[in-house]
C-alpha cells in the first residue's frame, strides 16, 4: 500500500468508515434496505438440480421499496428541525451534510407509505426476472392471476402486484392480469388471507422487545458519544442515532444515489444495527415468539396442498365455477407475514435463539437477506428422475433467490425436501400450533371457528377478494 493510500485510509478509520472492498453498507439494514439478491451463505446452487424440472412455483413477496411512514416521517423532520434550530458545526466533513439535511420527500402528503420510484424497478424487474426464469409455468398472452393484501389506507401491497404483474406481462399486463387483493380484516377471511394476523386479537408484534431494548441499550451509546464528539452545537440523541442506518436506506432507494447517512456508521456499528433488526424480527414475529411465528402457517398448508394436488389441477370456487391457478403463483404482504412465513418454512427450525446481549455470530437468521423491501420467500416444486419412497416430487426454498435447505428435511436433489415429508412437517407445524381460534382468543362472533388452512389461491370468488387490474 502506498503512503498516500495508507494516510488515506488513517483518514477514514479515523471517523470509522468501512475500509472493506467487498462490504456494501445497503446489504446489512435488516427491513430497511431496499432488495438485493442474497448473499450465497448456504452453498446451494440455485440451478435447477439435474434430472428435474420445476413445475409448479410460488412466492410470497414483501411490497417494493417505498417512501416512509407517516412515524418515521415525523421523525426525520424532527431531527431536521432540531439541527437547523441549532449553531451546529462539525469536526468532520462527513457530517458537513447535516447543516442543510432536509427530509428527501417532494410531496410528502402524497408520497408517505407508497411505493417508490426503486420500488418500481424492483418490481418491474422481478417480473421480468421470473418470467424469464420459469418460462415453462406461463404461456405467452395467457390469463394470469396474482393475489394481494389491501388495505385501502395504504395500496402499496396491491400496487407491487399490479408492477410486478405489468414486468410479468409486458404491454397486455391489463388485458391479462387479475389481481385478488384481499381484505384481511373481513371476518369472513380469518386465517385464509395474506395477513392472518389481523383477525387475531391476541396477536402482538412487540417489536421485538424486551430483547431488543437490552441490545439498543449496549450498542447505542458508544456510537451516540461517538458521534457527538464530532458536533458542536448539536447533540444527537440515541433514537436519532438509531434511525441513522434507516435514513441511509431510505434516503439512498428514494432518490437513487448513495445518501450521506450511510457514511457515518463503521462496519462494525452496522453489523450491531443489521443485528438489532434481527432481534426485532426473531423476537416480534418470528420464531422467538409464542404465536405469532404460528400466523402464516395455514397459508402455507395451503400452498403445500396445491403442490401436492399438482400444477394442472382444476379447483371449484365456492361460486361453483371452475378455476385453474396458475403455474406461477405470485403474491405479495408486509415484511411481518414475510418473517412469519420465515418462521414457518422450517429452514430456521435449527436457529439457536438469538441472544439479546451479544452478536450470534455465523447465524442463518439475518433479516438483511430476505425482509428487504421486496424481499421474498419462494417455493419451487421440482419433478425429478430419483425417486423417494415412490415420489418423483421435491420442495426448494429460496429466500432472496438463494436456496436454503429445510432443516430437517434435505434429501432430495440440490438440498431439496420430498414433498410428502415436506407436507408432514408443515402439518405437524399446524398441529402444534393448535386451534387458532383459540390461540388467538377470538370472541368475534362473525370469525368461522375451525377454519386452520387457506384456500384463497384456488376460489377467486372469496367475497373478501376484490379484482384489480394491474
Ligand atoms: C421532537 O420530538 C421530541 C420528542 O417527541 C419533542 O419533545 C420535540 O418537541 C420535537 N421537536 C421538534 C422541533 O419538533
Ligand atoms: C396483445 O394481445 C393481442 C390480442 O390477443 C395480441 O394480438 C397481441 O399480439 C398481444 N400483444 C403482445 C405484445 O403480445
Ligand atoms: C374490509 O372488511 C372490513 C370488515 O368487514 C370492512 O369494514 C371494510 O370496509 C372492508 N374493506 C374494504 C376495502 O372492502
Ligand atoms: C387470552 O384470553 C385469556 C382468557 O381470557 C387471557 O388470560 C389471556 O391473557 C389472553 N391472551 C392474550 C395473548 O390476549
Ligand atoms: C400441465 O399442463 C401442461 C400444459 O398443458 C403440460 O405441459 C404439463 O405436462 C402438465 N403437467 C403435469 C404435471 O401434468
Ligand atoms: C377451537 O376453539 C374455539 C374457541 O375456543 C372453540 O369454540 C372451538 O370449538 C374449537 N374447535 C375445536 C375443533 O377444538
Not at 414486468?167 to 384481511?184: H, Q, R
Not at 409464542?290 to 400452498?303: A, F, N, R, T
Request: proline share 6%; glycine share 8%.
Amino acid at each position: 500500500m502506498s503512503h498516500i493510500n495508507k494516510f488515506l485510509l488513517l483518514c477514514l478509520t479515523a471517523i470509522g468508515a468501512a475500509a472493506r472492498d467487498d462490504f456494501n453498507v445497503l446489504h446489512h439494514l435488516g427491513g430497511n434496505g431496499q432488495w438485493f439478491q442474497g448473499p450465497a451463505i448456504t452453498g446451494i446452487s440455485s440451478d435447477v438440480p439435474s434430472g428435474c424440472t420445476i413445475d409448479q412455483a410460488a412466492f410470497l413477496s414483501r411490497h417494493g421499496s417505498r417512501y416512509p411512514d407517516s412515524s418515521a416521517y415525523n421523525q426525520w423532520t424532527n431531527l431536521s428541525s432540531r439541527i437547523h434550530a441549532s449553531k451546529l458545526t462539525v469536526l468532520d466533513k462527513r457530517l458537513a451534510f447535516l447543516s442543510t439535511w432536509e427530509p428527501v420527500l417532494d410531496y410528502p402528503d402524497q408520497q408517505i407509505a407508497q411505493i417508490s420510484t426503486t420500488g418500481y424497478k424492483e418490481l418491474y424487474d422481478m417480473g421480468a426476472t421470473y418470467r424469464l426464469r420459469y418460462p415453462d409455468l406461463y404461456a405467452y398472452n395467457t390469463d394470469f392471476t396474482v393475489w394481494s393484501n389491501y388495505y385501502s389506507s395504504s395500496p402499496r401491497v396491491r400496487d407491487s402486484a399490479r408492477l410486478f404483474a405489468r414486468g410479468f406481462l409486458g404491454p397486455n399486463a391489463t388485458e391479462l392480469g387479475s389481481i385478488f387483493a384481499l381484505n384481511s380484516s373481513d371476518p369472513r377471511s380469518f386465517m385464509n388471507s395474506l395477513a392472518p394476523s389481523d383477525l387475531c386479537p391476541a396477536y402482538a408484534d412487540n417489536g421485538g422487545s424486551p430483547q431488543i431494548d437490552i441490545w439498543n441499550s449496549i450498542y447505542l451509546p458508544p456510537i451516540q458519544r461517538r458521534l457527538n464528539r464530532l458536533i458542536r452545537g448539536f447533540q444527537f440523541t440515541q433514537t436519532d442515532v438509531s434511525i441513522i442506518p434507516y435514513l441511509c436506506g431510505f434516503e439512498t432507494q428514494i432518490i437513487g444515489s448513495t445518501s450521506p447517512w450511510c457514511s457515518i456508521f463503521t462496519e462494525h456499528e452496522i453489523f450491531q444495527y443489521e443485528y438489532a433488526q434481527d432481534l426485532r424480527y426473531w423476537y416480534g414475529t418470528g420464531l422467538g415468539t409464542d404465536i405469532e411465528k404460528y400466523m402464516m402457517v395455514p397459508v402455507l398448508d395451503g400452498l403445500v396442498q396445491q403442490f401436492v394436488d399438482g400444477p394442472n389441477t382444476t379447483y371449484t370456487n365456492s361460486d361453483g365455477s371452475k378455476f385453474v391457478p396458475p403455474r406461477l403463483i405470485a403474491s405479495f404482504s408486509n415484511d411481518g407475514q414475510i418473517n412469519q412465513l420465515a418462521a414457518a418454512i422450517g429452514v430456521f427450525d435449527k436457529q439457536s435463539p438469538l441472544p439479546a446481549n451479544k452478536i450470534l455470530r455465523d447465524r442463518l437468521f439475518v433479516s438483511s437477506n430476505f425482509v428487504t423491501m421486496r424481499g421474498t420467500i419462494g417455493l419451487e416444486r421440482l419433478s425429478c428422475a430419483e425417486k423417494v419412497d415412490g415420489d418423483r416430487t421435491y420442495v426448494r426454498i429460496r429466500l432472496n433467490e438463494v436456496v436454503y435447505p429445510v432443516a430437517a428435511c434435505q434429501s432430495g436433489p440440490g438440498k431439496s425436501c420430498p414433498l410428502r415429508q415436506y407436507q408432514q412437517l408443515v402439518k405437524k407445524k399446524l398441529k402444534v400450533a393448535g386451534n387458532f381460534s383459540k390461540i388467538c382468543n377470538v370472541t368475534n362472533p362473525a370469525i368461522p371457528a375451525g377454519q386452520n388452512s387457506a384456500n384463497f389461491f384456488t376460489d377467486v370468488s372469496l367475497p373478501f377478494a376484490t379484482l384489480v387490474k394491474p
